[in-house]
């Protein structure tokens, strides 16, 4: 059975969390899981990295056909759905639109928020759940210091997840993976899961 896995945070991941979640994505590689990323800077440029055949062993969904589009981080260069097969573009996908429907249900600020952002936050449903919706990740790795913590198995309480801190579409994916009580969630910005991280790979 494919093992997928989503490798997500924040694009003010610092350095050396950045520099683990890279060493992260060859190990895993290596034992069989398929990473799951949305292409942004930060965190999921540096799960990409690690990444040794990306077009076998990576999906990268984009929001968008080109993103980012003007990256500030000199590593990253834009993706541009379809010029390797594993950056999609999720609004050509089927599944695109109930992706969307999510939105509401996990994000508490949707009210006002034009497409774009909409988009942004819609791929992390199949970053999570993957593109069929239905074949949910069996882990999230992250980094997020405002992550939603404390209800992995409540699923039961919308409106308190998608009112619980985050920071950006992480914390949105996050949501979405806290209601699935099957998905482990590690986020290195906990000194605890940053130091099992460490000892996993050897650094310590």
């Excluded at 069989?32 to 990306?54: C, H, K």
């Excluded at 919706?133 to 069996?138: A, D, E, F, I």
């Excluded at 409106?159 to 290195?188: D, F, M, V």
């Amino acid at each position: 059975m494919t093992k997928y896995y989503a490798g997500i945070g924040s694009r003010n991941t610092p350095d050396h969390i950045q520099n683990i979640m890279t060493r992260l994505a060859t190990k895993l590689e290596q034992e069989g899981w398929i990473l799951r990323s949305g292409g942004a800077e930060g965190a999921d440029s540096a799960f990409e990295r690690g990444v040794m055949r990306p077009q076998a062993n990576a999906e990268i969904y984009l929001p968008w056909y080109k993103f980012p589009a003007k990256p500030k981080d000199p590593r990253v260069q834009p993706r541009i759905a379809g010029s390797q097969p594993q950056f999609i573009n999720y609004q050509t996908l089927p599944t695109a639109q109930a992706a969307r429907q999510t939105v509401p249900i996990y994000n508490d600020s949707y009210v006002g928020r034009q497409d774009w952002w909409f988009d942004l936050m819609a791929r992390n449903a199949m970053q999570i759940l993957g593109s069929d919706l239905n074949t949910p990740s069996k882990m999230v790795i992250a980094y997020t210091p405002n992550a939603a913590k404390g209800w992995k198995n409540d699923p039961t309480d919308i409106y308190k997840r998608r009112r619980e801190p985050g920071s950006g579409g992480t914390g949105h994916a996050l949501r979405i993976a806290e209601a699935r009580p099957e998905i482990e969630i590690r986020n290195l910005a906990d000194p605890a899961v940053e130091y099992a991280a460490k000892r996993y790979l050897g650094l310590i």
